[in-house]
């Protein structure tokens, strides 16, 4: 009786992970109208074959536990097409952007006093961290026409050579300009290991409270199941835990 719960628990278990990967992956997708037809396609094939990987082994009644390899498909498939639609967006915006460049480049050739079009291809290459032909493009500009938005330009784009050579780095606290070889910054006293640290904690502050939140329950999760399976009936530990299970499980899938 022992082994069929468990057996039982663990099915349960299973489907709710494919239960909350239909919710997260496909309902909630075409509910916010994020989902097209093709992708609606792969990602239900994706869990008609995650179900059928599901109850195979307990049709069989053999290796229950392969079980679990029914949540594959629907986030593989899903990453899969993050990626495909991710780089054919920058693909076109790759493409887009050149056009434009060269449109600009096209103006330059044919009208080498028009101002606009050396700042605009400036800004083109600026936006692609290319500083150094941004510069430049902007000192052109200047030379056809000194105006103080130029000036400024020229101003930026030099700052961010200095900090992608490692020359300068910038303090959050008061925007100063301190050298590489400086761990506090001259001004506010502000400290750059202090920048980075913080840097990295806000980059990373989901994954720290979800680390942080597992390490503070998960003892208490561990006690409070061992305490059920001693003093409630069968059932009522099943439905306890199936529910903290899903629960717990969608919290971590849509924080």
């Not at 349960?12 to 309902?27: K, R, S």
């Not at 300068?168 to 301190?178: A, K, L, Q, R, Y």
């Amino acid at each position: 009786m022992i082994g069929g719960f468990f057996v039982g628990l663990f099915f349960g278990f299973v489907l709710i992970l494919l239960g909350i990967e239909f919710y997260y992956y496909i309902l909630a997708r075409y509910i916010e109208k994020d989902l097209t037809g093709i992708e609606a396609i792969i990602l239900i094939s994706c869990l008609i074959i995650s179900f059928a990987i599901c109850i195979f082994p307990f049709l069989h009644n053999s290796g229950i536990f392969l079980s679990v390899f029914s949540l594959i498909p629907m986030p593989l498939a899903d990453s899969i097409i993050r990626t495909v639609v991710f780089s054919k967006e920058k693909i076109q915006q790759r493409i887009s952007e050149e056009k434009e460049l060269n449109n600009w480049l096209y103006t330059i050739e044919n009208q080498p006093e028009n101002v606009n079009a050396y700042v605009a291809a400036g800004d083109i290459y600026f936006r692609r961290n290319e500083f150094e032909k941004a510069l430049e493009f902007y000192l052109n500009a200047q030379k056809v026409m000194d105006m103080p938005y130029i000036m400024e330009k020229i101003k930026i784009t030099e700052k961010e050579i200095k900090i992608k050579k490692g020359i300068v780095w910038v303090c959050p606290e008061c925007s100063f300009d301190n050298p590489a070889n400086a761990s506090k910054c001259k001004i506010c006293g502000y400290s750059k290991l202090d920048r980075d640290l913080i840097k990295d904690v806000r980059h990373h502050r989901r994954e720290i409270f979800k680390a942080f939140l597992f390490i503070g329950l998960a003892p208490l999760g561990v006690i409070l199941f061992i305490v059920l399976y001693i003093i409630m009936p069968p059932y009522l530990a099943l439905v306890f835990t199936i529910l903290v299970i899903y629960l717990t499980i969608r919290f971590f899938c849509t924080y």
